[in-house]
């Protein structure tokens, strides 16, 4: 059960992108899993009774999304409404909420909030206060008096979110970027660090109606910050490639103590939750995942190593009911140069012999690449162990994996230590190739 319901990022209006290989029936699966994400939190706040849906970041653009994009979001607005479940879009500014509103046509049951207009409403008798936090610089609000009488209790919860994209393997922070909420508010700057968004620290640090008890701090991100304590992370509900942090999930939060056996029932009045601060739960959204299997390398051509594929993914099958798998399939050579050569040509017909057995029904996984493995050790070509000698057949192998070997040791080294082997094995694997 839950009082309230909590999604990042849908952009229903930016689609995942399809394999140009892939087969139809996964291609559409990948094409709507952001729009299913976000059915899936609907239907998360419905099943657990919630009072509203909150949605931050980016939701949908209405100078990019189509008609049946905007009839998605509709659809889920009006089915909340119907279970008596408000929607609450926290947007940057008034424009983009009067977009959003006008193409929707403004549907029963949608509320807005911005950092100049906060929203309150009561959840069975308690004050509830939804602040958008991301651009505050400070709190327009005066501070609540209540003269003698005893302060009525509220829970205000302040939600921002940085604006990094679908997060890949090369993101790094720009050069010159501007710190980052997690650099003010502890002084250091994680790698990779969320987009530059000095307000929400700088208000959470000055405002003492942010440090309220009642209050609660929410930062929405696709990456996974150091956030410090008090401040809650909400991963986006669909990720959009394997380098995200997060496969996609919305959060819930339980203001009030819910009896399971009288969930449907509305009460005019309920009991605060003893600790709603620990109530914070992810319940999962994704529609599509992303897997990796090392198998190691078997003799022989591609029907073989197809045969050795598939039996590593039928002992590792997804969950029934689970999201599509986009799996990529590693294959060990050892120290092997002329194996990882081969592996490289053969993959294209290992995963068509894989792919045959494809069923879309019984087993939802998509073999998307196959490859030899990039992360293994060169350290036993060095010369340290293989004993080699300068003007030796081995001596540019043995040379090239001492040269990854310290970038591994070094303290702050100029190339990440699994981009370095990936370069030393290519470097390799070009030469035997020639």
């Given at each position: 059960?839950?009082?309230?319901?909590?999604?990042?990022?849908?952009?229903?209006?930016?689609?995942?992108?399809?394999?140009?290989?892939?087969?139809?029936?996964?291609?559409?699966?990948?094409?709507?899993?952001?729009?299913?994400?976000?059915?899936?939190?609907?239907?998360?706040?419905?099943?657990?009774?919630?009072?509203a849906?909150?949605l931050?970041?980016?939701?949908?653009?209405?100078?990019?999304?189509?008609?049946?994009?905007?009839?998605?979001l509709?659809?889920?607005v009006?089915?909340?409404a119907?279970?008596?479940?408000?929607?609450?879009?926290?947007?940057?500014?008034?424009?983009?909420?009067?977009?959003?509103?006008?193409?929707?046509?403004?549907?029963a049951?949608?509320?807005?909030?911005?950092?100049?207009a906060?929203?309150?409403?009561?959840?069975?008798?308690?004050?509830?206060?939804?602040?958008?936090?991301?651009?505050?610089?400070?709190?327009?609000?005066?501070?609540?008096?209540?003269?003698?009488?005893?302060?009525?209790?509220?829970?205000?919860?302040?939600?921002?979110?940085?604006?990094?994209?679908?997060?890949?393997?090369?993101?790094?922070p720009?050069?010159?970027?501007?710190?980052?909420?997690?650099d003010?508010?502890?002084g250091?700057?994680?790698?990779?660090?969320?987009?530059?968004?000095?307000?929400?620290?700088?208000?959470?640090?000055?405002?003492?109606?942010?440090?309220?008890?009642?209050?609660?701090?929410?930062?929405?991100?696709?990456?996974?910050?150091?956030?410090p304590?008090?401040?809650?992370?909400?991963?986006?509900?669909?990720?959009?490639?394997?380098?995200?942090?997060?496969?996609?999930?919305c959060?819930?939060?339980?203001?009030?103590?819910?009896?399971?056996s009288?969930?449907?029932t509305v009460?005019?009045f309920?009991?605060p939750?003893?600790?709603?601060?620990?109530?914070?739960?992810?319940?999962?959204?994704?529609?599509?995942?992303?897997?990796?299997?090392?198998?190691?390398?078997?003799?022989g051509?591609?029907e073989?190593?197809?045969?050795a594929?598939?039996?590593?993914l039928?002992?590792?099958?997804?969950?029934?009911g689970?999201?599509?798998?986009i799996?990529?399939?590693?294959?060990?050579?050892?120290?092997s140069?002329?194996?990882?050569?081969?592996?490289g040509?053969?993959?294209?017909?290992?995963?068509?012999?894989?792919?045959?057995?494809?069923?879309?029904?019984?087993?939802?996984?998509?073999?998307r690449?196959?490859?030899?493995h990039?992360?293994?050790?060169?350290?036993p070509?060095g010369?340290?162990?293989?004993?080699?000698?300068?003007?030796?057949?081995?001596?540019?192998?043995?040379?090239?994996?001492?040269?990854?070997?310290?970038?591994?040791?070094?303290?702050?080294p100029?190339?990440?230590?699994?981009?370095?082997?990936?370069?030393?094995?290519?470097?390799?694997?070009?030469?035997?190739?020639?």
């Open positions: 059960m839950a009082d309230l319901v909590f999604a990042f990022d849908p952009a229903i209006d930016r689609p995942l992108a399809a394999p140009d290989d892939a087969p139809a029936d996964v291609a559409a699966t990948i094409g709507d899993a952001a729009a299913d994400a976000f059915d899936a939190a609907v239907d998360a706040a419905l099943a657990g009774h919630a009072s849906l909150v931050c970041g980016r939701v949908l653009d209405p100078r990019r999304a189509s008609p049946a994009q905007a009839a998605r509709r659809g889920g009006t089915r909340l119907a279970a008596d479940c408000r929607t609450i879009v926290v947007a940057d500014d008034t424009a983009a909420c009067t977009e959003l509103a006008r193409m929707l046509g403004e549907p049951g949608m509320q807005f909030v911005t950092p100049a906060p929203l309150e409403f009561t959840v069975r008798g308690l004050l509830v206060e939804i602040v958008a936090g991301r651009h505050a610089a400070a709190d327009p609000r005066p501070a609540e008096t209540h003269g003698g009488d005893p302060a009525p209790l509220r829970r205000r919860i302040v939600i921002g979110w940085d604006q990094a994209l679908w997060h890949e393997r090369w993101s790094t720009a050069a010159g970027e501007e710190p980052t909420l997690v003010l508010i502890t250091q700057r994680p790698a990779p660090a969320a987009a530059a968004d000095p307000g929400f620290a700088a208000t959470a640090a000055a405002v003492p109606a942010w440090k309220h008890p009642g209050c609660f701090l929410v930062w929405g991100s696709r990456l996974r910050p150091a956030l304590p008090g401040v809650q992370h909400l991963p986006p509900v669909q990720a959009r490639s394997p380098h995200e942090t997060s496969p996609g999930c959060c819930s939060l339980t203001l009030l103590e819910r009896d399971a009288r969930a449907a009460e005019p309920a009991v939750h003893a600790d709603w601060r620990g109530s914070w739960r992810e319940i999962p959204t994704r529609r599509v995942a992303w897997r990796t299997v090392s198998i190691e390398s078997a003799a051509g591609d073989e190593l197809a045969t594929v598939w039996s590593a039928e002992a590792q099958p997804p969950a029934a689970g999201p599509l798998e799996v990529r399939v590693l294959v060990e050579c050892g120290t140069v002329p194996r990882r050569v081969r592996v040509e053969i993959s294209a017909e290992t995963l068509a012999r894989v792919r045959q057995l494809y069923d879309a029904k019984a087993f939802r996984i998509w073999c690449d196959l490859l030899p990039p992360g293994e050790s060169l350290a070509l010369h340290a162990r293989s004993g080699s000698r300068p003007g030796s057949t081995t001596s540019f192998s043995s040379a090239l994996a001492d040269i990854v070997s310290a970038l591994e040791q070094a303290a702050d100029s190339l990440p230590p699994d981009l370095a082997r990936e370069a030393g094995w290519l470097a390799l694997e070009l030469v035997e190739s020639v």
